[in-house]
Antibody, heavy 119, light 110 residues
């Protein structure tokens, strides 16, 4: 079945970077966009950006421009999201999700990766 | 602050019907289709409704979606205790060229 499996929890210090992975299985990795969203504890979902695994094209939410980089390794069907200059407000669960086309739907979602930023 | 506006909470008793609204604008809900996600505590969101009113396989027909003008709605009939969760609407925004999520509605089954 279609599945996205994310890397494990991370603890980072302010100013550091974090790189979260999202391994796809059960479908052709290059045929669907991967999007990333995050959710702080007790808060709503916040979209971060998209990546086309075939072309490598990306689009980022304005809030994260300059701090986020989305990449992929097609040989292992894995997408990555790297967030730099971390601050305490970046503490959240980060999710990847498959999206068939622009404006379509997030399905399925990865299980989520908790990133904690603390000194 | 989300550009898609949802009520923060909703409630109902078992068997009742509950409706959750999602208010947007011409650059998102009017021009694009709305999706709805269900999130139970501690779990990832799950697709509930896509393209305004389509149910993925496995989603009970107690869940339905609709859209009118600048608003989308999620209706749940025959409310059950397992429906207690957070519900989020999501729409692509043409002006922002990105996805918007509503702030979420916490549904309580009394």
């Amino acid at each position: 079945q279609v599945q996205l499996v994310q890397s494990g929890a991370e603890v980072k210090k302010p100013g550091a970077s974090v790189k979260v992975s999202c391994k796809a299985s059960g479908y052709t990795f290059t045929s669907y966009d991967i999007n990333w969203a995050r959710q702080a504890t007790g808060r709503g979902l916040e979209w971060m950006g998209w990546m086309n695994p075939n072309s490598g094209d990306t689009g980022y939410a304005q809030k994260f421009q300059g701090r986020v980089t989305m990449t992929r390794d097609t040989s292992i069907s894995t997408a990555y999201m790297e967030l730099s200059s971390l601050r305490s407000e970046d503490t959240a669960v980060y999710y990847c999700a498959r999206v068939p086309a622009k404006g379509d739907r997030f399905d399925p979602w990865g299980q989520g990766t908790l990133v904690t930023v603390s000194s | 602050q989300s550009v898609l506006t949802q009520p923060p909470s909703a409630s109902g008793t078992p068997g009742q019907k509950v409706t959750i609204s999602c208010s947007g604008s011409r650059s998102n809900i009017v021009r694009q289709t709305a999706n709805w996600y269900q999130q139970v505590p501690g779990a990832a969101p799950k697709l509930l409704i896509y393209s305004n009113n389509q149910r993925p396989s496995g989603v009970p027909d107690r869940f339905s979606g609709s859209k009118s003008g600048t608003s989308a709605s999620l209706a749940i009939t025959g409310l059950q205790s397992e429906d207690e969760a957070d519900y989020y609407c999501a729409v692509w925004d043409d002006s922002l060229r990105g996805w918007l999520f509503g702030g979420g509605t916490k549904l309580t089954v009394l």
